[in-house]
């Protein structure tokens, strides 16, 4: 098994943006809203990168699904320090996929990737559904471990 870690980042409303309701009332209006990495994420993806500084990986992969946008997401965690990035492009695109569906994908990612270490965000600051890593570890058959905040060797 390679030293290679899996980060999931999720495209979302950036934290500190000011949330605009549609007028019809049916959802957020995200037409021109600033959108960021989901912060739980970037704490995520900060720990990988750590880990490779310690020698304890030798490369981050970062994942990303959603639409064509989520580009910019990946790009900012190749900013950050992540090695390669990985998009899977939802197939509609202004609907999110459910937690099952990105467990589903991560769970295919890791038999081709075979990462030694999958991390992903407690939660996502849009939906709160923190469903996908106990998803992804059950169809892995995998440990998992929630709420940490750091990794040491």
């Not at 934290?15 to 309701?21: A, E, F, T």
């Not at 790009?75 to 939802?90: V, Y």
């Not at 075979?114 to 939906?127: H, M």
Request: aromatic fraction near 4%.
């Amino acid at each position: 098994m390679s030293r290679k870690v899996l980060v999931g980042v999720k495209r979302v409303l950036d934290y500190l943006s000011k949330v605009r309701v549609k007028p019809d009332g049916s959802g957020v209006d995200l037409k021109n809203a600033k959108m960021s990495i989901n912060p739980f994420c970037e704490i995520a993806l900060e720990e990988a990168i750590r880990l490779r500084e310690k020698k304890l990986v030798n490369e981050v992969v970062v994942v990303s699904v959603g639409p064509k946008d989520a580009e910019t997401t990946l790009r900012s965690a190749l900013a950050l320090g992540a090695d390669r990035a990985l998009h899977i492009q939802s197939p509609v695109e202004n609907i999110p996929p459910e937690p099952l569906s990105i467990a589903k994908i991560f769970y295919k990612l890791v038999l081709r990737e075979e990462p030694s270490l999958v991390l992903l965000g407690k939660q996502a600051i849009d939906d709160d559904s923190n469903q996908t890593p106990q998803m992804l570890a059950g169809l892995l058959n995998w440990p998992q471990v929630r709420y940490s905040t750091f990794l040491e060797q």
